[in-house]
């Protein structure tokens, strides 16, 4: 419209420079000339401003398409990621070892609970490789999946679970085969330990490499300022001390409270109560004395029931809670 003004203002100035004794027919024909060229002009500016309009919206649509393609791609992309590149870890552990040579060496008075990976070796030994592989199934599961691998060849599943993810008012469901969370150092795996096999307590009850099934696990998680931690679990019981049983159902059960907190920022503990009941069909094991009068073997079958309580407490110290500089 600027530019319509300019030209009537142009207009104008050509009708002030006419001479005063052009005629009113003169005069009529210019004011029409100047009418229509102005007409022309204003429709060719109403067009070519249509024209920006819809060209500014078409680019604003393009650039709105283009950022979500481009969302879209990202999307896909990052499913891609957690469905094909899950987290992978792999623990070598090896070990030197000094000690007597007894043969199937155990602790007197207890049933022998079996054996860890290559654990009565002496000198050094490889001891067992372990390969972890873990991910987000989906916004609502994550899969852990454990395998070790011994110096003879052999892969043991030590875990293949999957968990919940934000099931609400704090539980938690876990089904599988995974490590149970009775006691406090069960549920920790060999390369987690703070030395370098398991407590005397643990091998005699459970064996050196603790207590395992398939099953499921539900827990609660008190929404309070200390830990506060209610558990139960169902499973096969297959593994000491109980044994794999042709039957339907569950075999074993367990059940746990755990609490804990901190008295300041160098100190913390944790206390819990667990119990284990399971059956046993047929359990053998290989007991041997040694007397004056030489070898005693003696092969025993166990069928019943089994029932296990532990209690257990750790109190743990660090500086200014920096377990890195020091700790017991």
């Given at each position: 419209m600027i530019r319509s003004s300019m030209i009537v203002l142009a207009a104008s100035g050509?009708?002030?420079?006419?001479p005063v004794s052009a005629s009113d027919a003169d005069l009529k024909a210019l004011r029409e000339e100047v009418a229509q060229m102005k007409k022309t002009y204003e429709q060719r500016i109403e067009s070519l401003e249509?024209?920006?309009?819809?060209?500014?919206?078409?680019?604003?649509?393009?650039?709105?398409?283009?950022?979500?393609?481009?969302?879209?791609?990202?999307?896909?992309?990052?499913?891609?990621?957690?469905?094909?590149?899950?987290?992978?870890?792999?623990?070598?552990?090896g070990r030197a070892k000094k000690m007597k040579d007894v043969e199937e060496r155990s602790v007197a008075g207890y049933w022998p609970a079996g054996h860890d990976h290559d654990g009565e070796k002496r000198g050094l030994s490889?001891?067992?490789?372990?390969?972890?592989?873990?991910?987000?199934?989906?916004?609502?599961?994550r899969g852990v999946a454990r395998f070790a691998v011994t110096e003879d060849g052999d892969v043991e599943?030590?875990?293949?679970?999957?968990?919940?993810?934000?099931?609400?008012?704090?539980?938690?469901?876990?089904?599988?085969?995974?490590?149970?969370?009775?006691?406090?150092q069960n549920a920790q795996h060999p390369h987690e330990w703070d030395f370098a096999d398991a407590s005397l307590m643990q091998q005699v009850l459970f064996g050196a490499e603790g207590y395992r099934q398939d099953g499921l696990q539900l827990k609660w998680v008190a929404p309070i300022d200390f830990l506060l931690v209610f558990g139960a679990e169902v499973g096969r019981g297959a593994t000491f001390p109980g044994t794999d049983r042709n039957k339907n159902g569950a075999n074993a059960g367990t059940i746990f409270a755990k609490m804990g907190g901190d008295i300041d920022h160098s100190n913390a503990w944790q206390a819990g109560l667990s119990y284990l009941g399971t059956r046993a069909q047929e359990r053998d094991a290989h007991f041997e004395d040694t007397d004056a009068l030489g070898p005693?073997?003696?092969?025993?079958?166990?069928?019943?029931?089994?029932?296990?309580?532990?209690?257990?407490f750790v109190w743990k110290w660090a500086p200014n809670g920096n377990p890195q500089e020091r700790n017991f």
């Open positions: 050509v009708l002030a420079s006419l249509k024209r920006l309009v819809q060209a500014e919206s078409t680019s604003t649509q393009a650039k709105v398409a283009a950022d979500q393609a481009t969302t879209q791609a990202a999307r896909v992309g990052e499913g891609k990621a957690n469905a094909f590149n899950p987290e992978i870890g792999l623990v070598l552990q490889l001891q067992h490789t372990e390969l972890m592989f873990a991910a987000n199934v989906s916004p609502n599961f599943v030590e875990e293949a679970s999957f968990s919940t993810l934000g099931l609400g008012q704090g539980f938690a469901l876990r089904g599988g085969r995974f490590a149970s969370d009775i006691g406090y005693n073997e003696v092969q025993g079958l166990f069928s019943g029931k089994s029932h296990t309580v532990i209690a257990d």
